[in-house]
């Protein structure tokens, strides 16, 4: 008889608080990127490291998700609409991410060149796809990360009232440290 899981595994969780890390911080630079002037020493340098760190989260989601569907989990705790409500959250922000990545490649590749990741490997560019690709890519790409930030505030606070209101192992699971 194979036993329940009780908590995350150790891959799960560290490329759970990884992706969110990384996810914050790339909206906070997102947001005072497009700021910059012409004659920032960030101008060149924020976009490079803005593109590599983007193309690498991509690698990171799609390994998660594979992830996600080859390794066992916890059940979810809560009422069956919170569960149904979970599995939506999830759904949406896997769809934001790629929807944000699609975009972010769209936008960098409309003239054509690759995106360099860190010098270590250049993502082959597509070239301009439909008129005004790197436009309506970045109003996409705007949208889109606010929504997921937005998602995952609800993600996060949905954890944290379980963890304070409900008292059940949902955040726990997380950070492998179940009751």
């Not at 569907?69 to 009422?79: D, I, L, Q, R, W």
């Amino acid at each position: 008889m194979k036993s329940e899981v009780k908590n995350y595994n150790p891959i799960t969780r560290a490329v759970h608080w990884i992706s969110a890390i990384v996810v914050i911080g790339m909206f906070a630079v997102g947001l005072w990127m497009v700021d910059l002037s012409y004659y920032s020493e960030w101008y060149r340098t924020a976009p490079h490291w803005h593109k590599s760190v983007g193309i690498l989260l991509a690698c990171l989601t799609v390994f998660r998700f594979i992830w996600k569907h080859v390794t066992a989990s916890p059940k979810m705790e809560g009422k069956a609409f919170e569960v149904m409500a979970a599995r939506a959250v999830h759904l949406v922000m896997y769809v934001l991410l790629f929807a944000l990545f699609a975009s972010g490649y769209l936008i960098s590749t409309e003239d054509g060149r690759g995106i360099d990741v860190f010098n270590l490997f250049t993502v082959p560019g597509a070239g301009a796809l439909f008129e005004n690709q790197a436009d309506t890519s970045g109003l996409i790409h705007f949208y889109t990360a606010w929504a997921l930030i937005l998602m995952a505030a609800v993600h996060a606070i949905a954890a944290l009232k379980h963890h304070f209101i409900n008292k059940d192992n949902t955040l726990r699971k997380m950070i492998g440290a179940s009751k």
